[in-house]
């Protein structure tokens, strides 16, 4: 089975035939993304990378992985950006909502850090940490990113004082680039458990990399059920695929479609608390790929129904420049039934002997309905369920039609160079070796 993909609630928002006029355009991107002509063709590792995962490397990640959770009782993932949020994101979908209220015994706590700079965040986690049986995976390509850096010096150390050296570089793994950056260097002296994060994998697009499979798999997760979604999903969306059959054609159609027509803001929205972080993974993903130019949708996203009561105002009846993507989820994994009540004092009684989840299906399909009529197009992607198999489907299907909308837009959907600015300003702040002239210039632009 697969996730579906409905469009029929945003096409009409436009001309007639509007989606198919984009079936050249997006073929041409199709071509160029597996000729590898595109712009920022040198980071197309992606495309075919869930058919290039071997079962030896998956073996190979799920030993570390097991060596992780019988050693540790919590797991830091200290990353960032793309080093970062596909982790949390497929791990957020997948876990028990209160995972970090429970002591359970047979799976450790994943925590996240390496992704701020705030001093309380850290200095609370380093207490949470005293005298805890902890791992860390030190996820940077680059290996020199401040806030990941930074973080990992103060793990290393508190690690190493609580276990001993020795049995700390049995805890402690990196991911990174083959040769580079002060990551690479620390793992290599220290003799930790490395993988490699391949040069053509952009963070964004690496999640299927051991960026965001080790995590995965440290917290209990299949990553061959994960990478057998993403597998069946590069199928799915490949360019033999006729256009109207290919929802990944279609996606970046519409999407497109919809911003030549006004509609600058996408939101994605979800009815499950746990696919937060899932929209996190994608605003990065198309942010970060579209958002340069001068041009670019705006991702966003909300938790329906939480934020129908915050948002949904601005979105009923707001100005009219924004969309939406739904993912729906057919099939809640538990079942709770709404009980009956002899006093009904709150009036509820004509719920008794439903489920939960059909008050939310409800909710949803009046939200659509309502948005609808409010002038909001709607696409709509259902998902069977929340496991491993269909988030590997949803994570290559945003990824490929990612590739497909960034060419189809015009721009380089590969790179970042807009993240460098404040950096460089930063580290001129900060005096870092090297900054020498930005950090005069800076105070004397700060003193005027
Ligand atoms: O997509 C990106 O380029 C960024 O979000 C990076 O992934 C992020 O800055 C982390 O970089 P690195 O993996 O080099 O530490």
């Known amino acids: 089975e697969m996730i579906k993909l409905d469009i029929t609630k945003a096409a009409c928002f436009l001309k007639e035939g509007a989606v198919e006029s984009f079936e050249p355009k997006v073929a041409e991107a199709q071509k160029a993304l597996e000729a590898g002509t595109c712009p920022g063709n040198d980071f197309l590792g992606w495309l075919h990378l869930p058919s290039s995962i071997t079962p030896a490397f998956l073996d190979e990640l799920q030993a570390c992985a097991d060596t992780l959770r019988a050693n540790c009782d919590a797991i830091v993932v200290a990353g960032i950006g793309g080093s970062y949020l596909g982790a949390r994101a497929v791990i957020e979908a997948l876990s028990n909502a209160f995972s970090w209220l ?7 706590t994943i925590l996240f850090a390496g992704n701020n700079i705030g001093e309380d965040y850290l200095f609370e986690l380093t207490e949470y940490l005293k005298g805890k049986k902890f791992g860390v995976i030190n996820i940077s390509k680059s290996g020199t990113t401040t806030e990941t850096a930074l ?9 190493e004082a609580q276990r001993g050296k020795e049995e700390a570089k049995k805890v402690i793994v990196a991911v990174t680039d083959a040769k580079k950056g002060a990551a690479r260097t620390c793992a290599d002296k220290e003799g930790y458990k490395s993988f490699i994060i391949p040069d053509n994998v952009g963070g964004r697009f690496s999640v299927l990399t051991p960026v965001g499979l080790l995590p995965i798999a440290c917290a209990g997760f299949s990553i061959k059920d994960l990478v057998a979604g993403a597998q069946e999903m590069e199928k799915a969306c490949a360019p033999t695929v006729p256009f109207a059959e290919n929802p990944a054609a279609q996606y970046a159609a519409v999407r497109n479609g919809l911003y030549q027509s006004g509609k600058k803001i996408e939101i994605m929205v ?9 929209s996190e993974w994608w605003k990065q993903l198309y942010g970060e790929s579209e958002g340069k130019d001068g041009k670019g949708i705006f991702p966003a996203s909300v938790d329906f129904t939480t934020d129908l009561h915050s948002m949904g105002q601005w979105i009923q009846e707001g100005e009219r420049t924004i969309f939406e993507t739904v993912i729906s989820v057919e099939e809640p994994e538990k079942k709770l039934l709404f009980p009956n009540d002899e006093e009904n004092l709150d009036g509820l009684n004509f719920l008794a002997g439903k489920r939960v989840d059909e008050v939310n299906k409800m909710a949803e399909l009046g939200t659509q309905l309502a948005h609808v009529d409010g ?6 992607i259902s998902v069977p369920k929340l496991n491993e198999y269909y988030i590997g489907q949803l994570i290559y299907f945003f990824e490929i039609a990612c590739g497909i909308s960034g060419n189809v837009l015009g721009v380089n959907p590969f790179n970042q160079p807009g993240v460098e600015a404040y950096k460089k300003n930063m580290f001129a702040l900060l005096d870092k070796p090297g900054y020498e002239a930005e950090s005069a210039a800076i105070k004397a632009r700060l003193a005027k």
């Open 102 to 108: 429970v002591n359970d015994p047979k799976n450790p």
């Open 151 to 159: 973080t990992f010096r103060l793990l290393k150390k508190q690690c």
């Open 270 to 278: 979800n009815f499950q608390p746990k696919l937060h972080f899932f």
């Open 375 to 380: 002038g909001v197009p709607n696409m709509r």
